[in-house]
């Protein structure tokens, strides 16, 4: 089990920009897939981002192309998702996902969650 502590979150302005950390706890991180979702109020979680173990696959949903970045620093177990050009329908928790295998837009596939981050985009 992989302990997930997400950070970054706030309060932003439309078009401003975030970046959100997730710091993970366990000596083999660099071998997970990561994974950024997140859930708006009264809706299920959804996929945004994800990247493979060596950074060397991604995949972002349609909503966030062009806008949100993610990367990893396997030496400091911590994954990152650059948030640019932020809109009001961003807003939503913000949570970070493990899971062993290939990268995976599939919420059921990831086996380890963090507590969340709140993003709040203001109009």
């Known amino acids: 089990q992989v302990q997930l502590v997400e950070s970054g979150g706030g309060l ?7 970046r ?3 710091a993970a706890s366990v ?12 859930q708006a109020p ?3 979680r959804v996929f945004v981002a994800a990247i493979q173990w060596s950074g060397g696959s991604t ?6 192309k062009g806008r949100f970045t993610i990367s990893r620093d396997n030496a400091k177990n911590t994954v990152f998702l650059q948030m640019n050009n932020l809109a009001p329908e961003d807003t ?8 062993l295998g290939a990268v995976s837009t599939n ?3 990831y086996s380890s969650w963090g507590q ?3 993003v709040t985009v203001s109009s």
């Open 92 to 99: 939503a928790v913000y949570y970070c996902a493990a899971r």
């Open 107 to 109: 919420r059921m596939q």
């Open 59 to 64: 995949a972002y949903a349609d909503s966030v």
């Open 27 to 38: 000596r083999t991180f660099s071998i997970y897939t990561m994974g950024w979702f997140r």
């Open 42 to 44: 009264g809706k299920e």
């Open 12 to 18: 932003v302005q439309a078009g401003g920009s975030l």
């Open 20 to 22: 959100l950390s997730c």
């Open 116 to 118: 969340g981050t709140q």
